[in-house]
């Protein structure tokens, strides 16, 4: 997918790359980042957070990304559009990971099927090919996950940040104590390969995202973000 220039539009348009009103749209100036590691987003079809979502932009940034919306895929492959083996992919575990389990403070851990570090980290994150991220509230997710079965093949990563979400006090309940689905990937594609520039990437145009939401709130405090 090409990122053209926002273009000239009415208020009322909407950006058909990263589905935001103008007046938050910040897809120019993305540039694409290569990733090695793939990125799924499964998003569900009920997700409203038009304002401060961040799925499609993440998406956006990386030449090797699928964006989806949806409840269900019958395979891992049929949801990418391409040919992979679930065992290869990791999900971003759901449940309540002990960050205080994780190995020499790690801010990524591979889980076993009951939550607990596996023994090899080293060598669980380097077979990692792609990471699934499911995108909504965090019972919207949970339906994902049990829509999937085959997710349960995969590998589950958790996450143990340590800097809290720049959503700060932007996002009320459920999610305030959770990374975007921005932060989410920039931390964990850029912790896989190794490349801190992916992650400076992806939170320069989210903090630019989060200035513009800002602003149009001031503009128009009334309007539902
Ligand atoms: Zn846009």
Redesign the pocket.
């Known amino acids: 997918m090409t990122i053209a220039a ?1 273009p000239e539009t009415a208020a009322a348009e909407i ?6 009103a103008p007046a938050l ?4 100036g993305i540039a694409k980042l290569d990733n090695r590691v793939g990125l799924l987003i499964l998003q569900h079809p009920q997700e409203q957070d038009k304002g401060l979502g961040t799925a499609r ?1 993440t998406a956006l940034h990386f030449n090797n990304a699928v964006f989806k919306i949806g409840l269900s895929w019958p395979s891992l492959t049929k949801a990418l559009g391409r040919q992979a083996d679930p065992k290869a992919w990791a999900v971003l575990y759901l449940g309540s990971a002990k960050p205080a389990d994780f190995p020499d403070r790690a801010e990524i851990a591979v889980l076993d099927k009951s939550g607990a570090p596996v023994p090899h980290q080293n060598s669980a994150l380097s077979e990692i090919e792609g990471i699934i991220l499911l995108d909504g509230t965090w019972s919207q997710a949970k339906t994902l996950w049990w829509r999937n079965a085959w997710m349960l093949k995969c590998k589950r990563v958790a996450l143990a940040p340590r800097r809290p979400s720049l959503y700060g006090k932007l996002r009320k309940e459920p999610r305030k104590e959770a990374l975007s689905t921005l932060e989410s990937a920039g931390l964990l594609i850029s912790r896989l390969e190794r490349r801190a520039d992916f992650e400076a990437a992806l939170l320069k145009t989210f903090a630019r995202m989060l200035g513009k939401y800002t602003e149009a709130k001031k503009a128009a405090p009334a309007r539902p973000a």
């Not at 950006?15 to 935001?20: G, V």
């Not at 749209?25 to 120019?28: A, L, Q």
Request: with cysteine.
């Open positions: 926002a950006c058909p790359h990263c589905n935001k749209c910040v897809c120019e932009l």
